[in-house]
């Protein structure tokens, strides 16, 4: 994948011989390699697929999927508007397409961030290395441990 970095922000994400934004839902215009969609008239997307894995009620799903559209893209700005560029032009049938803001990818990947790890339930891990997890989450001067659950 070549990632190209645009001025305004936005991350040109050009797969081989195309570039690939996104949308809510496509219009009868837009080219449908180019943009994908998380709603559609027919069939599923990927998008709708993951809330009935997760065991979501079928008939909220598009609600939740319109939510979740509104927070990354007005809410949270994480999803910016952007014009998909060929070499020489903007493309055709790609109008109002989004895609991940490139300045906030570059705040989040300058940012120490720690990795959570899984570990198995508390009764099923033997005391001494139990308590030691204990007390390291506890001290307030390491931060090797952030998150602990019984």
């Given at each position: 994948m070549k990632v190209s970095w645009k001025s305004n922000g936005v991350i040109?994400?050009?797969?081989?011989?195309?570039?690939?934004g996104l949308k809510l839902q496509r219009e009868s215009t837009d080219h449908n390699q180019r943009v994908k969609q998380w709603l559609t008239e027919r069939?599923?997307?990927?998008?709708?697929?993951?809330?009935?894995?997760?065991?979501?009620?079928t008939e909220i799903i598009p609600d939740f999927i319109?939510?979740?559209?509104?927070?990354?893209?007005?809410?949270?700005?994480?999803l910016a508007n952007t014009k998909l560029r060929g070499k020489r032009s903007i493309l055709r049938g790609?109008?109002?397409?989004?895609?991940?803001?490139?300045?906030?990818?570059?705040?989040?990947?300058?940012?120490?961030?720690?990795?959570?790890?899984s570990r198995e339930h508390s009764a099923?891990?033997?005391?001494?290395?139990?308590?030691?997890?204990?007390?390291?989450?506890?001290?307030?001067?390491r931060e090797e441990v952030n998150t602990l659950i019984g």
């Open positions: 040109s994400h050009c797969c081989k011989a195309f570039c690939v069939g599923e997307t990927i998008a709708l697929q993951a809330p009935k894995k997760w065991g979501m009620a319109r939510d979740l559209w509104q927070l990354l893209t007005e809410d949270l700005n994480l790609c109008n109002d397409v989004y895609q991940l803001d490139g300045d906030f990818l570059l705040m989040v990947l300058d940012q120490q961030f720690s990795m959570l790890r099923q891990v033997p005391a001494k290395d139990r308590e030691k997890v204990e007390n390291l989450f506890k001290n307030e001067h």
